[in-house]
């Protein structure tokens, strides 16, 4: 199967009303509004991943937890460890706002952040916000937020280990440990990833050309660090470190490896000074550090990005209907490397504000922020949601804001090619939504529509040295069409997700490169007394890789399989067998994908 029609995925999505991440109406998250909020209350499409699911999965790899869950498109460049991309709801792959622990991660010269560099040993739960969230937490929110919370520790000491093998010489092996005592918590894991991989580029024809056929290989060792203490019911403070370096091959004519850093540190300090007001204050430090190195092994080229963050909220309720939430936020990014940019650093200082209220079974959300960027001024954002619980088994929900993206340092300084005069990328959205919550069937209906302005495109310009630069130019209209379905019965869970999307760049009439229109994913899982066994159907439907839509990469189907066998309560073995049929595939044009591949895992834990 080479493509999905729309019609037969639509029919398939509204029939069902599929994802296969239906969340509880109950379910709290906090990315949505940077409080605490039940998913029944939020104004958006949301999906939450936690540690249970990414067990069960027997994933290692966050690109492959990522690919299925509905509004997330991911192209691959290869491999494990090779650059991947994420667009939410048809939005560009640096519209994404990328948090750890409530910090913003990413490089600064291309704006977006290095997620196949992240093991999922270290992830306790993801959040995945659909829409426009740059009212709350400014530039990159424009199609979404992706939330990564680390493990904590909590209760009685808590130790395991987990120990993986399979095809292409790959293998991985990790330790935690976690738990509390007295009024000091603890966690920490520390993880080792490592493959031969596969060869990631098939070969390149023109005077630039090369044929690479090797293998590209990949490691990446990481540690998470995390410690909290209650000084009272009132205030607290926790510190955290993620840190993630290694080294990944890949193909290419004048450089062929890259050595890699990504570092988040951050420490968090909160207080209650009355019963109806939080105060949090966090400061922090993300890097995001590549090396490359040419044929010959000799280093080429050095990019760094070094983000300090500031952030001051307060949460203050009104009653216990109505919460105003106030905020301030601060950053400042720097560059450094090889290459010589015109300027090396900037500053953002935003301010937001939020009201959140219960009006006779009607919940409003309002938000507004300002924020003053050092390249190019002043932008405001707002966002207004209501929803409506009826019965306590269906929710309604309707949504608008506004959003922006602001130009990358690439963009604005790189030299002979940036525009120091461009100004940020603006979105306006519209959605809404339909969620039903019984006790053997979740449901959802997503329904919207985004339109961008001032998109930044790489036109002919004769006075660059490279003859090319980028300008606010392009416009284009997105919209879409999400569902999702999850059934328990008895010791069976199925889960379906799909969605239809339909894009255009306004600019040409043409469809917007690497996304596909159709999407769609299939699980089924049996739980027996010891033993679990489940299997995974993703589709996609056909993309165009370049903007001119003269390349058409083809869609595909893939199916996974696996099982686990608990050997006693705390020792279990898995196996996973995935793209069983071999299938042939790309997500961009010339990269591969992997084939037909074998993982086994042991697996302890004390408790």
């Known amino acids: 199967m080479k493509a999905i029609t729309q019609a037969g995925l639509l029919c398939c999505a509204c029939a069902v009303f599929a994802t296969a991440n239906a969340?509880?109406?109950?379910?709290?998250?906090?990315?949505?509004?940077?409080?605490?909020?039940?998913?029944g209350k939020l104004a958006a499409s949301t999906t939450i991943i936690d540690r249970q699911e990414i067990e069960t999965l027997q994933l290692l790899d966050l690109p492959e937890l990522l690919q299925g869950v509905p509004g997330v498109d991911v192209t691959l460049s290869g491999g494990y460890g090779k650059t991947a991309d994420f667009r939410l709801r048809g939005t560009e792959s640096d519209h994404v706002l990328v948090l750890i622990d409530g910090v913003r991660i990413g490089s600064a010269t291309t704006g977006t952040a290095a997620l196949q560099f992240i093991p999922t040993s270290q992830i306790e739960r993801m959040e995945i916000v659909r829409g426009p969230r740059s009212s709350i937490w400014g530039s990159e929110a424009l199609g979404g937020v992706m939330h990564i919370i680390t493990r904590k520790g909590a209760g009685e000491p808590r130790y395991g280990m987990e120990v993986s093998?399979?095809?292409?010489?790959?293998?991985?092996?990790?330790?935690?440990?976690s738990g509390a005592t007295g009024d000091f918590n603890y966690s920490g894991t520390i993880a080792y990833f490592e493959t031969a991989g596969i060869n990631s580029r098939q070969p390149v024809t023109g005077f630039f050309g090369f044929n690479q056929p090797d293998a590209d290989g990949y490691d990446n060792l990481s540690v998470h660090l995390r410690g909290g203490y209650a000084f009272s019911d009132r205030a607290d403070i926790e510190a955290f470190v993620l840190r993630a370096e290694g080294m990944t091959e890949f193909d290419g004519s004048f450089e062929d490896e890259t050595d890699f850093l990504q570092q988040v540190v951050g420490v968090q300090g909160n207080v209650s000074p009355t019963?109806?007001?939080?105060?949090?204050l966090s400061l922090s430090r993300g890097d995001d550090d590549a090396d490359n190195f040419d044929l010959t092994d000799a280093l080429s080229s050095t990019f760094d990005?070094?983000?300090?963050?500031?952030?001051?909220?307060?949460?203050?309720s009104l009653n216990e209907d109505h919460e105003i939430n106030l905020g301030l936020d601060y950053r400042d990014d720097a560059i450094d490397g090889t290459t010589t940019y015109a300027e090396s650093t900037r500053d953002n200082l935003g301010v937001y504000g939020q009201y959140s209220g219960d009006w006779q079974g009607h919940h409003l959300i309002a938000s507004v922020r300002h924020d003053e960027d050092e390249a190019f001024g002043g932008e405001t954002t707002g966002s207004v949601g209501w929803s409506h619980l009826w019965q306590d088994w269906l929710k309604l929900y309707a949504a608008f804001g506004t959003a922006y993206k602001t130009p990358t340092f690439n963009e604005l300084y790189y030299p002979g090619f940036g525009n120091p005069n461009l100004g940020p990328e603006s979105a306006i959205s519209y959605e809404g939504g339909l969620e039903g919550d019984h006790d053997w069937l979740r449901w959802g209906l997503h329904a919207y529509r985004t339109d961008l302005e001032d998109l930044i495109v790489t036109v002919a310009n004769p006075l660059a040295l490279w003859g090319f630069s980028p300008e606010n130019v392009g416009e284009a209209r997105i919209i879409g069409l999400e569902g999702d379905i999850a059934v328990t019965w008895e010791s069976w869970t199925a889960t379906l997700?799909?969605?239809?999307?339909?894009?255009?760049?306004?600019?040409?009439?043409n469809r917007l490169p690497r996304r596909a229109d159709e999407r769609l994913r299939f699980d089924l899982q049996k739980d027996f007394d010891r033993w679990s066994v489940g299997g995974s159907l993703r589709a996609e439907g056909d993309r165009y890789d370049d903007a001119g839509n003269t390349t058409l990469v083809d869609g595909f189907v893939t199916v996974d399989l696996r099982g686990e066998f608990r050997v006693t309560d705390r020792i279990a073995v898995g196996a996973r067998a995935a793209n069983l049929f071999d299938e042939d595939y790309e997500t961009i044009d010339g990269f591969n994908s992997l084939g037909r591949n074998f993982m086994l895992t042991l697996r302890y834990k004390n408790l």
């Open 497 to 509: 997700a799909g969605e239809v999307l339909d894009h255009e760049d306004e600019s040409t009439g």
């Open 23 to 39: 969340e509880p109406i109950e379910e709290t998250v906090i990315t949505g509004t940077r409080t605490e909020l039940a998913t």
């Open 305 to 316: 990005t070094r983000r300090l963050q500031l952030a001051w909220q307060n949460e203050i």
């Open 275 to 280: 019963e109806n007001w939080t105060s949090r």
């Open 165 to 177: 093998g399979g095809s292409n010489d790959t293998y991985s092996v990790t330790g935690n440990a």
